[in-house]
């Protein structure tokens, strides 16, 4: 039986569902029932009005969203609703991320994603859930607007868990997925600019491209990976989508797409996923050591630094530099972010609202 012929399970994405490009969404996250506050226009950076995360951690909670960066506060908006509508926890994440995919402003994800080196632009994602420990994921995915849809008909309408380049493709195609040119005119003229500047004796693409990418994109910084998890009274779910490092190398894959290393969730211990540098979360099992960390009974806050010491010491062993960061949950709903530098910062999503939060930085 060819996936083609696969039949769709319940609950999974239809057709209707797979062609849709977000736009209610995107409505959907204005709600005032989950807006945190409006910012600042003023404000020099989308992060503006950060709130410091308390020292003596969040409270627990039986429902929430939590996610990466600015931007994640719209699509916890949009996850939000589908969750309190009787959304399982993966649902939600699949319509949070689908938001960020869907919106040309963020130059890290999705559609406006900056490209690789010749460029291309070329997706990532991953999502998993934590009753059945099911995942799928895509990778090199070129083409298609939302990847995470994509990565969710792998987990349920094949044997598989990663399915990358062309095969992703092809397998989208087969889905009902339609083709789109991911590559805004802003992201090509960033990655003109980037081009035209580099000479014979330049650096290679992948070792200078973060600070390449945020200089062209005009950018204070050039943020990541958005990498959700949604809790639902002790049932957990995880999503992650990505445009990878601007300028990469063609067919480079990072920690996104890679189960253990960019997220993992497991109902019986918890849920992590990571953004920044993904070589770096690849070489300590970033997330899965999380998760692992949680079923030995450590809180997040610990599991999470421990782990990112592993990431600061092996790179200092090998003379490499590089930000990390990760979102964390337990499985009776306490949140923690942290990453190695102070810039990281999440969107966390209860029944209280919405707000942006800092990460602690490993000291």
Same mark, same amino acid.
């Given at each position: 039986?060819?996936?083609?012929?696969?039949?769709?399970?319940?609950?999974?994405?239809?057709?209707?569902?797979?062609? #849709?490009?977000?736009?209610?969404?995107?409505?959907?996250?204005?709600?005032?029932?989950?807006?945190?506050?409006?910012?600042?226009?003023?404000?020099?950076?989308?992060?503006?009005?950060?709130? !410091?995360? !308390?020292?003596? =951690?969040?409270?627990?909670?039986?429902?929430?969203?939590?996610?990466? $960066? $600015?931007?994640?506060?719209?699509?916890?908006?949009?996850?939000?609703? %589908?969750?309190?509508?009787?959304?399982?926890? /993966?649902?939600?994440?699949?319509?949070?991320?689908?938001? &960020?995919?869907?919106?040309?402003?963020?130059? *890290?994800?999705?559609?406006?994603?900056?490209?690789?080196?010749?460029?291309?632009?070329?997706?990532?994602?991953?999502?998993?859930? @934590?009753?059945?420990?099911?995942?799928?994921?895509?990778?090199?995915?070129?083409?298609?607007?939302?990847?995470?849809?994509?990565? %969710?008909?792998?987990?349920?309408?094949?044997? +598989?868990?990663?399915?990358?380049?062309?095969?992703?493709?092809?397998? #989208?195609? #087969?889905?009902?997925?339609?083709?789109?040119?991911?590559?805004? !005119?802003?992201? %090509?003229?960033?990655?003109?600019?980037?081009?035209? @500047?580099?000479?014979?004796?330049?650096?290679?693409? $992948?070792?200078?491209?973060?600070?390449?990418?945020?200089?062209?994109?005009?950018?204070? +910084?050039? +943020?990541? &990976?958005?990498?959700?998890?949604?809790?639902?009274?002790? %049932?957990?779910?995880?999503?992650? &989508?990505?445009?990878?490092?601007?300028?990469?190398?063609?067919?480079?894959?990072?920690?996104?797409?890679?189960?253990?290393?960019?997220?993992?969730?497991?109902?019986?211990?918890?849920?992590?996923?990571? &953004? @920044?540098?993904?070589?770096?979360?690849?070489?300590?099992?970033?997330?899965?050591?999380?998760?692992?960390?949680?079923?030995? =009974?450590?809180? !997040?806050?610990?599991?999470?630094?421990?782990?990112?010491?592993?990431?600061?010491?092996?790179?200092?062993?090998?003379?490499? *530099? @590089?930000?990390?960061?990760?979102?964390?949950?337990?499985?009776? =709903?306490?949140?923690?972010?942290?990453?190695?530098?102070?810039?990281?910062?999440?969107?966390?999503?209860?029944?209280? =609202?919405?707000?942006? /939060?800092?990460?602690?930085?490993?000291?």
């Amino acid at each position: 039986m060819t996936s083609a012929q696969l039949p769709a399970p319940s609950g999974s994405p239809n057709r209707r569902e797979l062609l #849709a490009t977000g736009g209610a969404l995107l409505a959907a996250a204005s709600l005032s029932a989950c807006a945190g506050p409006a910012p600042d226009p003023r404000a020099g950076t989308p992060a503006a009005g950060a709130q !410091p995360q !308390p020292a003596g =951690g969040l409270p627990r909670r039986s429902r929430l969203v939590a996610s990466t $960066w $600015w931007f994640g506060r719209a699509a916890n908006a949009a996850a939000w609703v %589908r969750l309190a509508s009787g959304g399982a926890p /993966l649902d939600a994440c699949e319509a949070g991320v689908r938001v &960020t995919e869907a919106d040309p402003a963020i130059t *890290s994800v999705g559609y406006g994603g900056l490209p690789n080196a010749d460029g291309v632009v070329e997706l990532d994602s991953a999502v998993m859930r @934590g009753d059945t420990l099911q995942c799928g994921a895509v990778a090199s995915l070129r083409g298609i607007l939302h990847p995470v849809s994509v990565a %969710r008909l792998v987990m349920e309408r094949t044997p +598989h868990v990663l399915l990358v380049g062309e095969g992703a493709a092809v397998f #989208a195609h #087969a889905q009902g997925v339609p083709d789109q040119d991911l590559l805004t !005119p802003g992201s %090509r003229r960033a990655w003109e600019a980037w081009r035209a @500047g580099q000479t014979v004796a330049a650096p290679e693409p $992948w070792q200078a491209a973060r600070v390449a990418a945020a200089a062209a994109a005009g950018q204070d +910084h050039d +943020h990541d &990976t958005i990498g959700m998890i949604v809790a639902d009274a002790g %049932r957990l779910a995880t999503a992650v &989508t990505t445009s990878g490092l601007a300028y990469k190398l063609p067919g480079r894959v990072g920690d996104s797409p890679i189960i253990g290393a960019g997220s993992y969730c497991d109902d019986e211990a918890g849920a992590a996923v990571s &953004t @920044g540098v993904g070589e770096e979360v690849i070489r300590v099992g970033g997330c899965v050591s999380i998760v692992e960390a949680l079923r030995r =009974g450590h809180s !997040p806050r610990r599991a999470g630094l421990a782990v990112l010491d592993r990431v600061r010491r092996a790179e200092a062993r090998a003379g490499r *530099s @590089g930000d990390v960061a990760f979102l964390v949950c337990s499985r009776d =709903g306490e949140v923690w972010g942290g990453a190695l530098t102070a810039d990281f910062h999440f969107a966390l999503t209860d029944e209280d =609202g919405t707000r942006l /939060l800092l990460g602690e930085a490993l000291l």
